[in-house]
T-cell receptor, first 115, second 113 residues
Framework: KAGVTQTPRYLIKTRGQQVTLSCSPISGHRSVSWYQQTPGQGLQFLFEYFSETQRNKGNFPGRFSGRQFSNSRSEMNVSTLELGDSALYLC??????????????FGSGTRLTVV | GEDVEQSLFLSVREGDSSVINCTYTDSSSTYLYWYKQEPGAGLQLLTYIFSNMDMKQDQRLTVLLNKKDKHLSLRIADTQTGDSAIYFCAESIVGGSQGNLIFGKGTKLSVKP
């Protein structure tokens, strides 16, 4: 059974550009969450989707957006990149609706470097 | 707001037991999780415990939950060098602005041969 797949694994972008990251959840999982991980702030929640609907959003500026498709695949977009957006972006999928346990399975992440 | 705290570092000798501790603040948490992160990798779910349980054992891993003190611990028996990683404690919250999983900062476990 394939795990959570995130593409690309590594990205280097220039300040001011935009970027799109992709996440394919485990087959059958309908809940997808995104987290940003940095050495200083740790793991911070970006957003969560369930059945194509955004169920929850973290405290990030509007430059960060996301969506989920009918096949549960999710994308997140960051526009007008800043140096501080350099981070590991992690996607997690879950079988159940938010808060019903069963655990979240994480992908290997996309390492974004903004120069 | 919700908060999860862990000590940042733990160093043990190979073959010893490791105990990683965590405290959380939200008494309505339904599940508590332990994740492991190796360098350059994502988070691997190690185990989780439902909030009405006191203990859960899974091979070399033992999770203890003291709900009164909001204290969670992960014990790794017979620690090996391959256990060197960062361990994250997380509590589940439904609908909070920090998301459904609130993570601690992680405990870096170093295992010396």
């Amino acid at each position: 059974k394939a795990g959570v797949t995130q593409t690309p694994r590594y990205l280097i972008k220039t300040r001011g550009q935009q970027v799109t990251l992709s996440c394919s959840p485990i087959s059958g999982h309908r809940s997808v969450s995104w987290y940003q991980q940095t050495p200083g702030q740790g793991l911070q929640f970006l957003f969560e989707y369930f059945s194509e609907t955004q169920r929850n959003k973290g405290n990030f500026p509007g430059r960060f957006s996301g969506r989920q498709f009918s096949n549960s695949r999710s994308e997140m977009n960051v526009s007008t990149l800043e140096l501080g957006d350099s981070a590991l972006y992690l996607c997690a999928s879950s079988l159940t609706q938010p808060g019903q346990g069963s655990g979240y399975t994480f992908g290997s992440g996309t390492r974004l470097t903004v120069v | 707001g919700e908060d999860v705290e862990q000590s940042l570092f733990l160093s043990v000798r190979e073959g010893d037991s490791s105990v990683i501790n965590c405290t959380y603040t939200d008494s309505s948490s339904t599940y508590l999780y332990w994740y492991k992160q190796e360098p350059g990798a994502g988070l691997q779910l190690l185990t989780y415990i439902f909030s009405n349980m006191d203990m859960k054992q899974d091979q070399r891993l033992t999770v203890l939950l003291n709900k009164k003190d909001k204290h969670l611990s992960l014990r790794i028996a017979d620690t090996q060098t391959g256990d060197s990683a960062i361990y994250f404690c997380a509590e589940s919250i439904v609908g909070g602005s920090q998301g459904n999983l609130i993570f601690g900062k992680g405990t870096k476990l170093s295992v010396k041969p």
